[in-house]
T-cell receptor, first 112, second 108 residues
Framework: SQTIHQWPATLVQPVGSPLSLECTVE??????LYWYRQAAGRGLQLLFY??????ISSEVPQNLSASRPQDRQFILSSKKLLLSDSGFYLC???????????FGPGTRLTVT | GIQVEQSPPDLILQEGANSTLRCNFS?????LQWFHQNPWGQLINLFY???GTKQNGRLSATTVATERYSLLYISSSQTTDSGVYFC??????????FGSGTKLNVKP
């Protein structure tokens, strides 16, 4: 069966520091991968998606970037965090050409 | 993008009651999913239902794509059903749009 992992679970970072969040999927190949952000008490906003290694599409211009160095690895990064980057970050995967998403446990990021 | 509206925004039920959650969307979509977000933030798949009706235990869902809405039915609610229910639609491959959710509180 497929599983999706995210780490860290929680993170507190000062403004201006770098960020790296990692997501990995097991038990499948060539998945579509997604990064979402959820502000407190609100719905999810799609940030990035990837259909293959090195293929990244950005949905929202912002202070963040994403990379997919391996088939089942998706990384969310920032060079300098802003206070507005605080939130709950969720990674998801979907089988290729079947757009049914499965979510990881998420990372709670607080920028201080 | 597509507008996704969920209603009601908040719902309080007594254990054992039934409820219907609604998701309206502003344009045609390829896919639709319902999720339950538990108090720890985990999003749990409930239904993948671009059209038609599906049932899973006490939960069922119906999507009428031509009329741009979906309904989630919860019967005999339990305290463990508490959390936020999200509807998400997909259009133009990989562009997913979420509603703002229905927050459900089931009281014992």
């Amino acid at each position: 069966s497929q599983t999706i992992h995210q780490w860290p679970a929680t993170l507190v970072q000062p403004v201006g520091s770098p960020l790296s969040l990692e997501c990995t999927v097991e038990g499948t190949s060539n998945p579509n991968l997604y990064w979402y952000r959820q502000a407190a008490g609100r719905g999810l906003q799609l940030l990035f998606y990837s259909v293959g290694i090195g293929q990244i599409s950005s949905e929202v211009p912002q202070n963040l970037s994403a990379s997919r160095p391996q088939d089942r690895q998706f990384i969310l990064s920032s060079k300098k965090l802003l206070l507005s980057d605080s939130g709950f970050y969720l990674c998801a995967w979907a089988p290729d050409r079947i757009y049914e998403q499965y979510f990881g446990p998420g990372t709670r990021l607080t920028v201080t | 993008g597509i507008q996704v509206e969920q209603s009601p925004p908040d719902l309080i039920l007594q254990e054992g009651a039934n409820s219907t959650l609604r998701c309206n969307f502003s344009d045609s979509v390829n896919n639709l999913q319902w999720f339950h977000q538990n108090p720890w933030g985990q999003l749990i798949n409930l239904f993948y239902i671009p059209s038609g009706t599906k049932q899973n235990g006490r939960l069922s869902a119906t999507t009428v794509a031509t009329e741009r809405y979906s309904l989630l039915y919860i019967s005999s609610s339990q305290t463990t059903d508490s959390g936020v229910y999200f509807c998400a639609v997909e259009r133009n491959f990989n562009k997913f749009y979420f509603g703002s959710g229905t927050k459900l509180n089931v009281k014992p």
